[in-house]
């Protein structure tokens, strides 16, 4: 393992261990480019705060056959609650089928808190449209419908990093958009890692992002149960 690869042990809130691979610069990025890594898949919380998570992320996931802007209007729509809730949050063009809807948050709540809020929020969703949302993972439950993947927010579970790529073919890569942009992307796996180049020259689509203070507080957990 190249040195600026760095590996040790974790302990979970479960009382596990588990071994975790981290880098800290961009000469540990490209040891895992020279290894061969496609994909960089990261928590949502930091290695030395590992039981708060600092983002939780809804993943939508659509059937096959389903287009590009009723995924799109999914995520605008779950923008919509998110702010009616007092969240803000971010697109993330995933790359693959889907987007991310990223909610930055202070780390006060837990791994449970926070996943069981995502559980509830696309359960939520479900109830609510379910012709065209379904909160659960099957794929024959999902014809015709997107799942809304609340699994991203539990401990130890993983997203797409921002700006990775994706072994896929044509190479398409996860991209930041903002919300005033979403409605005009095409496709979640519209860059490719030229475009995706070009586009990391030009002024950050999540603004604010690491700026904002947020919390989970029981009023919003409350809202959606």
């Avoid at 401990?155 to 994706?166: E, K, L, Y």
Wanted: proline letters at 5%.
């Amino acid at each position: 393992m190249p040195k600026a690869i760095h590996d040790g042990q974790l302990e979970k809130m479960s009382g596990k261990e588990s071994r975790i691979l981290w880098i800290d610069d961009l000469a540990g990025l490209i040891a895992a480019v020279q290894m061969n890594v496609l994909e960089f898949h990261i928590w949502g919380s930091l290695r030395q705060q590992p039981d708060l998570p600092h983002r939780m992320i809804f993943d939508i996931d659509p059937d096959e056959g389903l287009g590009f802007t009723a995924v799109k209007q999914a995520a605008l729509d779950i923008r919509g609650i998110l702010e009616a809730l007092g969240l803000q949050s971010w697109p993330l063009l995933s790359g693959g089928k889907g987007v991310h809807v990223v909610v930055p948050l202070v780390p006060e709540a837990d791994w449970d808190e926070v996943k069981s809020f995502c559980q509830d929020f696309a359960e939520l969703l479900a109830r609510t449209d379910p012709s065209r949302f379904v909160a659960n993972m099957s794929k024959a439950k999902r014809k015709g419908r997107m799942f809304v993947d609340y699994l991203r927010n539990g401990q130890g579970s993983t997203a797409i990093c921002p700006w990775s790529t994706r072994a896929r073919a044509g190479a398409g890569c996860a991209v930041p958009v903002s919300w005033e942009e979403l409605p005009s992307c095409e496709s979640a796996n519209g860059f490719d890692v030229f475009a995706a180049a070009e586009r990391a020259q030009m002024p950050e689509a999540w603004e604010g992002y690491f700026d904002v203070e947020q919390t989970l507080t029981e009023r919003i957990r409350h809202a959606v149960r």
